[in-house]
């Protein structure tokens, strides 16, 4: 059922990206940082090991941030029912029973870790993979990748 999940709940993130109002309030609000109503809703990247590392955040708004070794569309902007289909991708896989460390094995300590930090109502959970194998893990970090245009 999950499988069939992800490329329809995809589908409706995307079709939920909707360009930021081009102007100069819109790019001073993406350049300075401004505070967002809601809050952040999902953030992903990598730390720690020898490469560069990068966050991208989603808020509650639709606005979406990057910082390092990452570009992302200065256009995009999620709509409420992509954020709402996000969330509904992070309970299908399950994220909030996902260990806090997925470690992998004979890993050498100076590679990368990813994260996925997810906050919902119930608080926030961030859980990092860090040479490990998660499909739940990967598939939403791909699909956040994706709806960001990070890469």
């Known amino acids: 059922m999950r499988s069939r999940l992800i490329p329809l709940v995809l589908a ?20 300075h940082g401004a505070a967002r109503a809601g809050g952040a809703v999902f953030s992903f990247g990598r730390v720690g090991g020898n490469i560069r590392p990068f966050t991208v955040t989603i808020y509650a708004d639709g606005s979406i941030t990057s910082s390092g070794a990452v570009t992302t569309s200065p256009q995009a902007h999620l709509s409420p029912d992509a954020i709402k289909g996000l969330k509904k991708l992070a309970r299908a896989e399950h994220f909030d029973s996902l260990p806090d460390q997925i470690p992998g094995s004979n890993v050498n300590p100076d590679i990368a870790s990813l994260f996925i930090t997810v906050t919902t109502a119930q608080g926030t959970k961030t859980v990092k993979m860090h040479g490990g194998q998660s499909r739940q893990f990967q598939q939403l970090f791909a699909v956040l990748q994706a709806v960001a245009g990070a890469y």
């Open 12 to 31: 409706a993130v995307l079709s939920g990206v909707a360009p930021i109002a081009a102007g100069a309030a819109g790019a001073a609000h993406r350049a």
